[in-house]
């Protein structure tokens, strides 16, 4: 199989779930190339957009909110919506691509491409199978106005909402979201925990709680509320890390705050978040697609704070409904969620089962078979 993994910066989980299909691939023996397909335009114009999206979501997360119901309403009662006619601005790019590249498949964990996809279509240019998937537990606007040939979704609960438009349920397949293999390695927490505490040089993994807060790629959410809060009412015996991503302007103001704090720690990127999540005793984290996927795959006690207005709404929604978090309604309460759950073993035992009874260990797996049967089928023809 050679694959060709299309993705967007606007927000890191789509390229998560795209660098995880890239990594099975691979493992599976596969070619996989994995880009923002807005570089095939111009570097610049990939950072216009990226950024763009990511000062949207953290300065004005209310007017995010606004603009994606906004899109809901768009896609109800237009057949192509304007989304739908900038993407498909980028077809001549990805058909100049595909000319000189061969490819068996084109996979796209972003919506972005699936509308150029679609563009294509219409306009009959030459197309490998092409295989999109939903990263959030909700269907988005605009993924029925795509023409894919088939749609990975997070679960067969969300069937009938994304049988809309021109997908139908033999276009679904109920595959789970795709996260790291990494995700899944079999490591005993305080094993973990210690792995961790060696390599950000701290002692005492063995008599410490660990909470770990996390604001997602971009560092979004009020992390600064909800540190403050954790730490006043944590135990002595409790360490907080809080990961901030790529929101410098966040990560130095909490240095700043928790400078003399040394029960607080504060990082900015890292590539070991599976192990981050391994190791901690309860994770507090917006309830973004991928993120909160990766932790129920790891397998934690989680918590769900306050979410982004739109898809993540829906994601929390999910998450709860399914017993897989707790959460609350304001930071105090998120925070005082996670500590009380931290003394209630059976409690975090069964929101774990939960976990993996609703959220799939293997969905990358599952994918890349579903993608194997419908190229042989396509060769036997």
């Not at 070619?31 to 950072?47: C, I, N």
């Not at 294509?120 to 030459?126: D, F, G, L, Q, Y």
């Not at 944590?234 to 901030?244: E, G, M, Q, T």
Request: aromatic share 8%; hydrophobic share 40%; net charge positive.
């Amino acid at each position: 199989m050679k694959a060709l993994i299309l993705s967007c910066n606007t927000g890191g989980g789509h390229n998560s779930a795209g660098l995880a299909m890239k990594e099975r691939i691979e493992a599976e023996g596969g070619e996989a190339y994995f880009f923002d397909y807005l570089t095939l335009a111009g570097r610049k114009v990939s950072r216009i957009v990226g950024n763009g999206y990511v000062n949207l979501v953290q300065k004005t997360p209310v007017l995010f909110g606004l603009v994606y119901r906004l899109g809901a309403i768009v896609s109800r009662i237009t057949k192509r919506s304007p989304v739908y006619y900038i993407n498909g601005m980028m077809a001549k790019y990805l058909n100049k691509f595909l000319e000189i590249n061969d490819f068996d498949v084109i996979i796209m964990p972003h919506l972005y491409p699936a509308e150029t996809i679609t563009y294509m279509k219409r306009k009959e240019m030459p197309l490998p199978l092409t295989i999109a998937i939903g990263t959030d537990y909700t269907c988005i606007p605009f993924w029925s106005e795509t023409e894919c040939d088939y749609y990975m979704i997070p679960h067969e609960e969300l069937t009938d909402e994304f049988i809309s438009g021109k997908i139908t349920k033999d276009q679904l397949y109920s595959s789970g979201i795709p996260v790291s293999m990494r995700y899944t390695e079999n490591i005993d927490k305080e094993d973990a925990k210690k792995e961790l505490y060696r390599e950000l040089d701290l002692s005492k993994a063995d008599k410490e709680r660990l909470l770990l807060v996390i604001g997602g790629s971009m560092g979004a959410g009020n992390l600064k509320v909800l540190t403050r809060v954790i730490y006043l009412l944590k135990k002595r015996k409790d360490r907080i890390i809080v990961i901030c991503g790529s929101n410098e302007r966040m990560k130095r103001r909490l240095e700043h705050i928790f400078r003399k704090r040394e029960s607080v720690t504060i990082l900015g990127k890292t590539d070991e978040m599976p192990l981050f999540m391994k190791a901690a005793d309860v994770i507090y984290t917006k309830p973004g697609g991928l993120t909160s996927t990766e932790a129920a795959v790891a397998g934690s006690a989680l918590v769900l704070t306050t979410p982004i207005p739109g898809c993540e709404t829906k994601n929390r929604r999910f998450f709860g409904r399914h017993g897989m978090c707790v959460s609350g309604r304001n930071p105090y309460a998120q925070a005082a969620a996670g500590l009380r759950i931290l003394n209630n073993h059976e409690k975090i035992d069964q929101m774990i089962y939960n976990q993996h009874n609703a959220i799939p260990q293997d969905a990358s797996l599952r994918i890349y078979q579903f993608i194997e049967a419908k190229l042989r089928e396509r060769n036997d023809i």
